[in-house]
């Protein structure tokens, strides 16, 4: 099937790219896990572009109530908490 006339045919596109640095950066995956999507896609977000030090201090801060996660797309009905400012956002949780 050729493209209409004036129209550039569509090419494939790679949704996922790889890291300019692969001995510094880690990929993931999960499948069939017990947690919530949306509380799980908040967290990916707000740990996104950290060291692994900083990452974990960040979690461990999380369960210990130091910190909050800040909920930016998936936030109808999340409360608002002061530590949400450290980030940016006037919503958060500690999932």
Known sequence: ?????????????KYAREPENPVKSAKARGSD???HFKNTRETALAIRG?????AQKFLEDVVGMKQCVPFRRYNGGVGRCSQAKQHG????RWP
């Open 50 to 54: 950290m060291t692994l030090k900083k």
């Open 33 to 35: 896990l017990r947690v």
């Open 1 to 13: 099937v050729s493209p209409p006339a004036g129209k550039h045919p569509t090419k494939m596109v």
């Open 89 to 92: 956002a006037t919503q958060g």
